[in-house]
């Protein structure tokens, strides 16, 4: 599975931005796909995530209510909408996809089987 994250970039404190993640190669039944976020200095750490039916979203507690996980099953894409976006959101983005895994494991890191190369997205104060 080869994952393509783009969309990154620089937005003011405030302002808005989307990620997108384009998924091609091997299929699975079922899977989740998550956003991971990792800042200079810092260990990377859960955003977000979708399961395949779209019937399960999560988001970690920093963004919730800012931040928007959505899946195009039809285009293999999910998508990340944030707004209000903080200085504190500044970092690279990664895409992932998580096969046979469940509820539990969505913020799991290491269950994750496929990275995308990242993108970086800066908010200025």
């Known amino acids: 599975v080869q994952l393509q994250a783009s969309g990154g970039g620089l937005v003011q404190a405030g302002g808005s931005l989307s990620l997108s993640c384009a998924a091609s190669?091997?299929?699975?039944?079922?899977?989740?796909i998550g956003w991971f976020r990792q800042a200079p200095g810092k260990e990377r750490e859960f955003v977000t995530a979708i399961t395949w039916r779209r019937d399960t979203t999560l988001y970690a507690d920093s963004v919730k209510g800012r931040f928007t996980i959505s899946l195009d099953n039809a285009k293999n894409t999910v998508y990340l909408r944030m707004n209000s976006l903080k200085p504190e959101d500044t970092a690279v983005y990664y895409c992932?996809?998580?096969?046979?895994?469940?509820?539990?494991?969505?913020?799991?890191?290491?269950?994750?089987?496929?990275w995308g190369q990242g993108t970086l997205v800066t908010v200025s104060s």
């Open positions: 190669g091997r299929t699975f039944s079922s899977y989740t």
């Open positions: 992932a996809v998580q096969t046979g895994g469940g509820l539990t494991t969505m913020r799991v890191l290491n269950r994750y089987d496929y």
